[in-house]
């Protein structure tokens, strides 16, 4: 077992972070309410909610596809405007033939407080920086090549992109990443046993594959079991 000092300052920064930056506990717990959030949102729990995302942001993604980004974003604001002046005049219309006083329509949303506070500023770009930060030490060993795999594997990976962005653009990739989501937690969740177990048979395999290869390669560390 590793002594306390052994242990390796990123590590310990890391965790050292966690506990000084104030709000820190508020982050975790808004992290955890979040992912909550999302894991209901894919898998159905609210159907209509889950509709309603799903359906507003495939037919922005169709729209993106058929228009420019620019007339899409267009449309949309003419869309809310024409929505929000009609209600607006029809309120007024009502409002002078009955002859009361109810004021502005949207009043109420017109008196929320919407300003972002220099503290919820500093909790949302602190948690930023957490995962930029660990993207960024991810970029360095994959490009400075820490470990030789790991890098082939990311080489691999872009070449088959290559394929990929030859065959869709961006906008198609996004559909069909949408549509992913939104089925495949469903059929995991239905089958879960029967697809952990092919799973399982795949990443043994691949695992076995990589040892091999990994063996072969001069200049690799060899990993030892723990």
């Excluded at 002046?85 to 409002?95: D, E």
Aim: proline fraction near 3%; glycine fraction near 6%.
């Amino acid at each position: 077992m590793a002594e306390p000092a052994t242990q390796s300052p990123y590590i310990s920064s890391s965790a050292g972070s966690g506990s000084s930056e104030p709000g820190g506990r508020d982050l975790k717990g808004s992290g955890s309410h979040q992912s909550c959030a999302v894991r209901d949102l894919i898998f159905w729990r609210d159907v209509k909610k889950t509709g309603l995302v799903f359906s507003t942001t495939l037919i922005l993604l169709l729209s993106l596809a058929a228009f420019s980004v620019i007339s899409v974003i267009s449309y949309l604001i003419l869309a809310l405007l024409s929505v929000t002046i009609s209600f607006r005049v029809y309120k007024s219309v009502i409002q002078a033939v009955q002859k009361s006083e109810e004021g502005h329509p949207f009043k109420a949303y017109l008196d929320l407080d919407v300003a972002l506070s220099s503290e919820a500023f500093h909790n949302y770009v602190s948690s930023a920086m957490v995962h930029v930060n660990h993207a960024l030490k991810a970029i360095m060993r994959l490009f400075l090549v820490e470990d030789l795999v790991d890098s082939l594997k990311l080489a691999v990976a872009m070449w088959l992109m290559t394929y990929v962005g030859a065959i869709f653009n961006g906008i198609t990739l996004l559909i069909l990443g949408e549509l992913l989501v939104f089925s495949l937690p469903l059929v995991y969740e239905k089958y879960k046993t029967q697809i952990d177990h092919y799973v399982g048979i795949a990443r043994d395999q691949i695992k076995s594959v990589v040892t091999k290869i990994q063996a072969k390669l001069p200049g690799v560390a060899k990993k030892k079991p723990e």
